[in-house]
């Protein structure tokens, strides 16, 4: 396929192009300091539709631009069949979109996973997505000389100018928040967490091991985000092997006092918050790989040794429990351990703007809302 001079590839998933594939998207922004880049590995499990067990419920299809033999964009069309019979509706998504500054490499993209999206039926295009919700999602259009997290995507100011140059419009958009780590919990906090733990026969529980986190709630904390997120944007549920393939993948790289895990007084799991030093010093000096002494910076920071930001990675808590107050238990144990742990500031990653259950969480918090991204959408 071709635009001019333009010329557009439909990836095959062999290991060399998807490297091809995920070392643009970090060549890209060589030098930028706000950039964090993935791991390279996470991203080749995640591309090859072979090796990720969200292929079962999505199709999907990787595509680079080129100009005179070299990469100047980026872009992977999905296809969540989960999320469109829950929605009732015949859209796509597109995600880890990246591209040059050029309209006419942006088209060229653009069009090229439309065409694909309408040849299987799509009626709407949503993104960035990826795969559920346990990839990146989201463009950055405000914060861009904030850096990023893990979690997060990167992306330069001029891509939400392409996006409406497109007649994309937007869809939803999710806030970030930088909070300051009190030196103390907050008293209202305190009295909440005594409330509840009392009126509902709540307790926290304080795992050993990475082993026993796995046997113990791996599987049931998975079913929880489930059960928890069901609602909310977009949400794409985890399959049996997908929460198999999360298991084994993520909760080997939590650090156990970052997380706190509530059960009911029949020892069911009730609610769960995932923090875990930031990684954005790590994976900045890593650029992606393990070899040869990424891996040496990726576990200082796993282990904490030199950070002073934490990111919050997720809070979630049972249907029957929530609006209850059992936010106030998680934290009421989370931040005497990022006291001591000297962490300084926290990251909320993404949230809903309209979430309002999740951001009154933080109105006891010292906070700057400092980066804001967007889903866009177009008709097809």
Not at 24 to 41: E, Q, R, T
Not at 92 to 108: E, H, L, P, T
Not at 122 to 151: K, N, S, V
Request: hydrophobic share 40%.
């Amino acid at each position: 396929m071709a635009n001019n001079d333009i010329i557009i590839k439909a990836l095959k998933p062999t290991r060399s192009e998807l490297l091809r594939y995920i070392h643009f998207g970090i060549d890209l922004y060589k030098g930028n300091g706000c950039f964090v880049p993935p791991l390279i590995a996470d991203e080749l499990a995640t591309l090859n539709p072979r090796t990720n067990p969200a292929s079962e419920v999505c199709d999907s299809q990787s595509f680079m631009a080129w100009r005179d033999g070299k990469p100047v964009g980026r872009i992977t069309a999905i296809i969540n069949h989960d999320v469109n019979r829950r929605y009732g509706e015949t859209a796509m998504r597109f995600g880890f979109v990246d591209f040059i500054d050029d309209d006419a490499v942006v088209d060229a993209l653009f069009d090229a996973v439309e065409a694909w999206g309408r040849e299987r039926g799509a009626t709407a295009i949503i993104g960035p997505m990826g795969f559920t919700d346990m990839d990146h999602e989201g463009m950055l259009i405000e914060g861009f000389d904030e850096p990023g997290t893990m979690a997060t995507i990167y992306n330069y100011p001029y891509y939400p100018r392409h996006m409406e140059r497109m007649g994309y419009a937007k869809d939803v958009d999710w806030v970030e928040y930088r909070m300051t780590v009190p030196d103390a919990v907050p008293e209202k906090i305190e009295r909440i967490a005594g409330i509840v733990r009392k009126k509902f026969g709540l307790e926290t529980v304080q795992v050993k091991s990475r082993s026993e986190l796995k046997k113990r709630f791996g599987h049931e904390f998975f079913h929880l985000i489930n059960e928890a997120y069901a609602d909310l944007y977009g949400f794409s549920p985890l399959t049996e092997r997908m929460i198999d393939y999360y298991v084994d993948n993520y909760l080997s790289m939590l650090r156990l006092d970052d997380l706190s895990i509530v059960v009911d007084s029949q020892g069911r799991l009730a609610a769960a918050g995932i923090a875990m030093p930031s990684m954005t010093r790590a994976l900045q000096r890593s650029g992606g790989r393990l070899l040869p002494t990424g891996w040496w910076h990726l576990l200082r920071a796993v282990q904490g040794k030199g950070v002073d930001v934490v990111d919050l990675m997720l809070v979630a808590v049972r249907k029957d429990m929530q609006g209850k107050g059992v936010n106030s238990l998680l934290f009421s144990e989370l931040i005497p351990r990022f006291i001591a742990h000297g962490y300084r500031e926290a990251e909320s990653n993404l949230e809903l703007e309209g979430n309002e259950n999740v951001q009154k969480q933080w109105e006891y918090f010292e906070r700057r809302q400092h980066r804001r991204r967007r889903a866009w959408r177009k008709d097809l």
